[in-house]
């Protein structure tokens, strides 16, 4: 009869080691969700320079797969990856909704983007999900009508309502009303909240004028916001009250987004690569130049992945008129 061999486990690979492979499993029952380790890791590997977002985005998913929900505020300025993170934990987590909330208007006012809008995605028999919320600061800055109303307040009562965990009537398409509860959920709410960190960075600088004083500056976000920052920008108090937690991330440095464009394992340029089959090399000048345009606009990476993008469109159109058999399989820019 024939031998069989014993099978040999093999030794688990580390991150840190030439041949680490990053899970890409996007079944959410998987070993990574049972350990919130393993949740950082997975995002370390894609998220550079906010360690401590990515320790708390574990534990809200690690804590939610166990029926812990959560209610999380998160402050920072546009570009430093709010919602990033949360777009990488769909691949181990599907359930995750990340919802524009810029023009969300309340029941009454004009617009089809309301408060409960994002309902009509969420199963009524298994409402386990994770909400984001990206832009959040825009839903609840305040905007006076004439008459002295205050539209992003009445926006608030209602959004209350839902992070209370209450079962809610969503009206779908072609059938009756459902319920659904969103006590089974846990939200998180990004927003810059930009025009409060420029307030207080304000505040803490000087001209220098005076006997003996010294000129000082501060830049917005060098300080974290709080709750009740949060509440003088225009968030109602009962909203606050509710918040399980308030992270904090911050800005990214031009020399950090350089790194994250050239040499980052997910930069977009090793993402573009791939889409397109093509290599891309970057002049120095062209590198410095991108980074600089991700830093100064507050558009972060989003922004360099477009430029980027429009460039390679028109040199691969370029090479087909050039020689319209042959596509070009490398490609400079700058």
């Known amino acids: 009869m024939p031998t069989t061999k014993a099978k040999t486990k093999k030794r688990p690979v580390n991150f840190y080691e030439e041949n680490y492979i990053p899970y890409r499993n996007s079944s959410s029952d998987n070993r990574i969700l049972k350990n919130p380790a393993e949740i950082y890791r997975f995002l370390l590997d894609r998220v550079y320079h906010q360690d401590t977002y990515c320790k708390d985005a574990a534990m809200i998913l690690w804590n939610h797969c166990r029926g812990i929900t959560s209610r999380n505020y998160v402050c920072g300025p546009a570009g430093s990856g709010k919602t990033f993170v949360w777009q990488n934990l769909q691949e181990i987590f599907p359930r995750i909704i990340i919802v524009d909330a810029s023009n969300i208007t309340s029941d009454g006012w004009k617009g089809d983007n309301k408060v409960t809008s994002f309902l009509n995605q969420v199963d009524p028999a298994d409402p386990d999900v994770i909400v ?107 909203m606050a009250s509710r918040a399980t937690r308030l992270i904090n991330i911050h800005p990214l440095t031009e020399d950090d987004f350089l790194y994250l464009i050239t040499e980052h394992p997910y930069s977009p340029v090793k993402k573009l690569e791939k889409l397109y089959r093509i290599r891309i090399n970057l002049s120095e000048d062209y590198s410095h130049q991108l980074a600089e345009n991700a830093f100064r606009s507050g558009l972060g990476v989003r922004a360099v992945t477009s430029e980027l993008q429009r460039a390679i469109d028109t040199e691969i159109f370029l090479g087909f008129q050039e020689d319209p058999k042959t596509p070009k399989k490398e490609i400079t820019l700058g």
């Open 132 to 238: 984001v919320f990206d832009e959040f600061d825009k839903m609840v800055t305040p905007r006076f009508t004439s008459h002295g109303d205050n539209p992003s307040s009445a926006v608030q009562s209602e959004f209350l309502k839902l992070i209370e965990g209450k079962l809610i009537e969503v009206k779908k398409a072609g059938s009756d009303p459902v319920l659904i509860d969103t006590s089974k959920m846990s939200f998180v709410l990004c927003g810059s909240f930009a025009a409060r960190a420029e307030e207080i960075a304000r505040s803490k600088s000087n001209t220098g004028l005076g006997f003996m004083s010294e000129f000082e500056t501060h830049k917005a976000f060098e300080e974290e916001l709080t709750l009740d920052d949060l509440i003088k920008f225009g968030l109602i108090p009962e």
